[in-house]
């Protein structure tokens, strides 16, 4: 089965970049997404297609691929993006989409 | 605008049949791409993405889930439904439903509703 592996959680202080990676047991055949999630609310998407931003979603945050690894960058980390932030892919030889199991960031 | 709304039973007994619905407004799912899954979270547990209805009425789900998971879609009503059998105390989760638009964003749920709460206990 397809899987996707971050860091538990992740330590910045403010100002600083915060990077969380996502790695696949798999080949990259597929793109990865992510989402950030704050306490009580639904996941909000951040990043499409590896390294895509919809709009609204401010310039701090970037996507980035390389081999089987995907990366996060949350450049110039500000207190409200103390959150979770979860990859997605998806994998339609098996299913359609899978989770990694999370990172926890925190603002110090 | 788009919005997704889950509604359901918020407590069900062990061994039950789950069935939620995801009403949802701002799009149609007879769009090509267009596509709606359940996806939950138990607490304080990472997302786990359950199953999947396109625009075209094929249907996916978990591997690990597939043997008690019905989904399907009401395009008339706007609504998607899931069904859920034989249910555990370990199913006690917040169900979302999400879209997935396709032609932009690609498998990306890009909108999300406020989730459920259920609890399975006796």
């Known amino acids: 089965s397809h899987e996707l592996t971050q860091p538990p959680s992740v330590s910045v202080s403010p100002g600083q970049t915060a990077r969380i990676t996502c790695s696949a047991d798999?080949?990259?055949?597929?793109?990865t997404y992510w989402y950030q999630q704050k306490p009580g609310q639904a996941p909000v998407l951040l990043i499409y297609?590896?390294?895509e931003r919809p709009s609204g979603i401010p310039e701090r945050f970037s996507g980035s691929s390389s081999g089987t690894t995907v990366t996060l960058t949350i450049s110039g980390v500000q207190a409200e993006d103390e959150a979770d932030y979860y990859c997605?892919?998806?994998?339609?030889?098996?299913?359609?989409?899978?989770f990694g199991g999370g990172t926890k960031l925190t603002v110090l | 605008q788009v919005t997704l709304r889950e509604s359901g039973p918020a407590l069900v007994k062990p061994t039950q049949t789950l069935t939620l619905t995801c009403t949802f407004s701002g799009f149609s799912l007879s769009t090509d791409g267009m596509c709606v899954s359940w996806i939950r979270q138990p607490p304080g547990k990472a997302l786990e993405w359950l199953a999947l209805?396109?625009?075209?009425?094929?249907?996916y789900y978990s591997t690990s889930l597939k043997t008690r998971l019905t989904i399907s879609k009401d395009t008339s009503k706007n609504q998607v439904v899931l069904t859920m059998t034989n249910m555990d105390p370990v199913d006690t989760a917040t169900y979302y439903c999400?879209?997935?638009?396709?032609?932009?964003?690609?498998?990306?749920?890009?909108?999300w509703g406020q989730g459920t709460v259920v609890t399975v206990s006796s």
């Open positions: 209805v396109d625009w075209d009425d094929d249907k």
């Open positions: 798999a080949l990259p055949n597929q793109y």
């Open positions: 297609k590896d390294t």
């Open positions: 997605q892919s998806a994998d339609s030889s098996v299913t359609f989409s899978v």
């Open positions: 999400a879209r997935t638009s396709g032609v932009v964003t690609g498998d990306a749920f890009d909108i």
